[in-house]
C-alpha cells in the first residue's frame, strides 16, 4: 500500500534518499531541495531523526554522501512477506479500452472538428497521441516556494498574489511591464518585457504562478519570469500537481487538461502492458498505464522518476526488437558466407601483439568469429571508446575472413583515417614498412598478407592497378573510403565488410 501523500513515514524518507544518492548527492531529489523534506519529517516525527548541521544544501558532496550513509544505515529497508503468505492471486484479463488507441482524436470526448486543428498543430493525431503527450513541467500546488526562500540565480517556480502592475517604456522604445508581487513572506518585482498587455491580464488580488530567475538590482529583488500561467483555485484549495503542457494559438491550459485526464481515466484501467511481467519485476519497472498516468500527475518525485525509468526502458525496448526483427528478416532472407578457418591463425596474430587483450576485446572477438562461422550473414556493432581496442578485433576478423579464403574491407568516412587504418592494420599483421597504396605482410596464416588503399586521391593509374589486384583476388584486405563501393570495384570473394565510424556516411 502506497503511504498517503500527506504523511512521511521512514519508508518514503529512505526511497528518497535513495533516489538522491543515485543522482549523484546533488540536492535534486525533491523540487527545492532536500532540507524543506527534512523540515516536514522533524515536524511529523520529532526527534526520530539527526538532521544534517546547519543544514543538507551547506554540505560538501562527500559530507552529503556520509549524513546519506548514516541516515539509510538505520532505517532498514521495507520487510518482505513472509515465506508463508499466501500466493497472490493471478492478474485479471484486462477488459478492451473502450477507445482504440489508434482512433482519431475526435473519438475523445471534448474533440471536436472544430478544436481538432489546433490538436494537429501540436503533432497529436490519435488517442495514442494524446497518452503520450506529456508535460513540459508540473506545479506542485502542495508545498509552494516562498519568496523568502527564493535563491539568485537558478530557475524557480513560486506562488504570488498580483498586488500592482504598470506598463513602461525604455529609451530605446521597449515595453516594460512591472509587477509587484507578494506572498506572506515578502514582496519583489517581476519584470516582463514587451507583453504590455500583461497590465490588464495580471488584475490585483489575481494569484499567478511564475516561473524564472531571481536576482538583486540595486539591492531589491527583481524577477524575471521564462513563464507563466494564472493559478488554478481548485489546485490550490486540494494541494494537488498539475501537468503544464506545450500550448498553440486557441488552445487554453484547464481545457486541454481536461481533454488529457479524462482520456487518461477512460483508456488507462484496460491499457494492455506490452512488457512481460517477468521483464517487469527483473528490471523494477512499474506497469506501463502507471508510468503514463504518473508522467501526467506524478504523486511525488519518486513516482516521476519512477516513470521516467519505465518509459524511457520502453523507447530502447522498441528500438531493440526493431532492430533484432530486422536483423532476423535479413539472416533468414539471406544465405551467407561460412567462414570456417581453423581457430589456430587468429590465435598465433593474439599472441603475436605486443599486449594482451581485455576480456572486453576477447569476448567481442570471440562472438564475432562465431557468427562467422554461421551459414547467415553477420550484422554486428562493435561499440567502444576511442582506444579501446576495436581496430585489433576488427583486424582479427579481417584475418579470419582471409584465412577462410575470402576477402575483406574497411570503409571509414576520410581519407586520413583511411591512411591510418592501412598503415596501423599492415604493422598489426606483421609489415616492417607500409608501402604508398599495397603493403605485403608476413603474417601468422605462413604466406604474406597483402593490404590496399583505396582513397579517392590515388592517381587513376594506381587506381586502375588496384581495381584489377582486388578483382584477382591478389588483395586480402582492402582499406579505403566510398571509393570502396564504385561500381568500377569488383571483389572476387568479398567474405567480410567493416564499416569505421558508420554514423557519418549518413
Known amino acids: 500500500m502506497s503511504t498517503p501523500q500527506g504523511t512521511l513515514d521512514l519508508e518514503r524518507l529512505r526511497k528518497v534518499l535513495e533516489l538522491e544518492r543515485s543522482k549523484g548527492y546533488a540536492d535534486t531529489a525533491v523540487t527545492g531541495g532536500l532540507d524543506k523534506l527534512l523540515a516536514r519529517f522533524e515536524s511529523e516525527h520529532p526527534g526520530k531523526l539527526r538532521l544534517p548541521s546547519p543544514s543538507y544544501r551547506a554540505l560538501n558532496a562527500r559530507e552529503r554522501e556520509r549524513w546519506i550513509a548514516g541516515v539509510l544505515g538505520l532505517t532498514p529497508p521495507p520487510s518482505k512477506r513472509p515465506a508463508s503468505a499466501p500466493a497472490p492471486p ?45 508535460p513540459r513541467r508540473h506545479i506542485d500546488y502542495s508545498s509552494p516556494t516562498p519568496i523568502a526562500d527564493l535563491e539568485p540565480g537558478t530557475e524557480q517556480t513560486v506562488l504570488v498574489q498580483i498586488w500592482q502592475t ?7 522604445g521597449m515595453s516594460v511591464t512591472e509587477v509587484t508581487v507578494g506572498d ?5 518585482k517581476a519584470i516582463f518585457f514587451n507583453q504590455p498587455f500583461l497590465a490588464e491580464k495580471f488584475t490585483p488580488s489575481a494569484r499567478v504562478i511564475l516561473s524564472g530567475r531571481l536576482s538583486i538590482f540595486k539591492g531589491n529583488r527583481v524577477f524575471q519570469p521564462t513563464s507563466y500561467e494564472m493559478a488554478d483555485e481548485e489546485a490550490l484549495k486540494s494541494g494537488q500537481i498539475i501537468p503544464v503542457y506545450p500550448l498553440t494559438e486557441g488552445l487554453y491550459p484547464r481545457y486541454l487538461r481536461r481533454v488529457i485526464k479524462g482520456t487518461l481515466d477512460s483508456i488507462l484501467p484496460s491499457l ?12 523494477q519497472l512499474i506497469g506501463l498505464a502507471e508510468a503514463i498516468r504518473q508522467a501526467h500527475y506524478p504523486e511525488d518525485e519518486i513516482s516521476k522518476f519512477s ?58 572477438l570471440d562472438e564475432s568469429l562465431a557468427d562467422l562461422k554461421r551459414e547467415r550473414p553477420m550484422s ?44 596501423n592494420i599492415s604493422r598489426l ?16 596464416l605462413g604466406r604474406p598478407v597483402s593490404v590496399g588503399l583505396l582513397t579517392g586521391s590515388v592517381r587513376q593509374k594506381g587506381k586502375k592497378e588496384l581495381y584489377r589486384q582486388i578483382g584477382a583476388g591478389e588483395v586480402d584486405i582492402a582499406i579505403g573510403t566510398q571509393a570502396l563501393i564504385q561500381e568500377k570495384v569488383e571483389f572476387k570473394e568479398l567474405g567480410l565488410v567493416v564499416v569505421d565510424e558508420q554514423h557519418r556516411f549518413g
Open 90 to 134: 493471478k492478474p485479471q484479463r484486462l477488459p478492451k479500452p473502450a477507445i482504440a488507441l489508434d482512433a482519431p482524436l475526435t473519438a475523445v470526448r471534448g474533440i471536436n472538428t472544430k478544436s481538432l486543428p489546433k490538436f494537429h498543430k501540436l503533432g497529436l493525431g490519435t488517442v495514442r497521441d494524446l497518452l503520450y503527450f506529456f
Open 166 to 172: 504598470t506598463n513602461k517604456k525604455t529609451k530605446r
Open 184 to 188: 506572506s513572506t515578502g514582496t519583489m
Open 272 to 283: 494492455p502492458d506490452f512488457i512481460p511481467e517477468e521483464v517487469r519485476k527483473s528490471a
Open 307 to 364: 516513470s521516467r525509468r519505465r518509459l524511457a526502458f520502453d523507447e530502447l525496448f522498441l528500438i531493440q526488437i526493431g532492430v533484432l526483427a530486422k536483423r532476423r528478416e535479413r539472416q533468414e532472407g539471406t544465405r551467407g558466407i561460412n567462414l570456417n578457418a581453423p581457430p589456430e591463425h587468429v590465435r598465433r596474430f593474439v599472441d603475436s601483439l605486443p599486449f594482451k587483450l581485455t576480456s572486453a576485446q576477447r569476448r567481442a
Open 380 to 423: 554486428r556493432l562493435l561499440h567502444g571508446d576511442v582506444g579501446s581496442g576495436k581496430t585489433v578485433v576488427a583486424t582479427a576478423a579481417m584475418l579470419h575472413a582471409v584465412a577462410s579464403g575470402a576477402q575483406a574491407a574497411l570503409m571509414v568516412p576520410t581519407e586520413i583515417l583511411a591512411e591510418q587504418h592501412f598503415r
Open 429 to 444: 599483421l606483421g609489415a616492417q614498412e607500409s608501402g604508398d597504396i599495397v603493403c605485403s605482410a608476413d603474417s601468422v
